[in-house]
């Protein structure tokens, strides 16, 4: 499987993005996915995730913001942002696995079969 990226730019804070993450490869219809994301000098974390099941996991940091959705037609997934904070800089990278993940998993940047190259989302002040 692929991963592809793309939809990080430049946002000012409070703005709104939405990435996008294309497979190809195989269909992602069953697997879990999820967006991680890393900033400058910071270990990589779990933003948002979708078990194979449809159940979705967020970090606290972006609950109510940040929707993950599936496009199985297309197999591509997605990432909107919303309200934008200054310390979501990062690079956001999907990942996805065959399967089912454990629920306490889902999060976890360990254990992800397919990594996209990553896409800079930089939001501005």
């Known amino acids: 499987v692929q991963l592809v990226e793309s939809g990080g730019g430049s946002v000012q804070s409070g703005g709104s993005l939405r990435l996008s993450c294309a497979a190809s490869?195989?269909?992602?219809?069953?697997?879990?996915v999820g967006w991680f994301r890393q900033a400058p000098g910071k270990e990589r974390e779990g933003v948002a995730a979708s078990n194979s099941d449809g159940s979705t996991d967020y970090a606290e940091s972006v609950k109510g913001r940040f929707t993950i959705s599936q496009d199985n037609a297309k197999n591509t997934l997605f990432l909107q942002m919303n309200n934008l904070k200054p310390e979501a800089t990062a690079i956001y990278s999907c990942?996805?696995?065959?399967?089912?993940?454990?629920?306490?998993?889902?999060?976890?940047?360990?254990?992800?079969?397919?990594w996209g190259q990553g896409t800079q989302v930089p939001p501005s002040p």
């Open positions: 990942a996805a696995t065959p399967g089912y993940r454990s629920w306490w998993s889902l999060l976890a940047p360990n254990s992800w079969n397919y």
């Open positions: 490869g195989s269909t992602i219809r069953y697997y879990s």
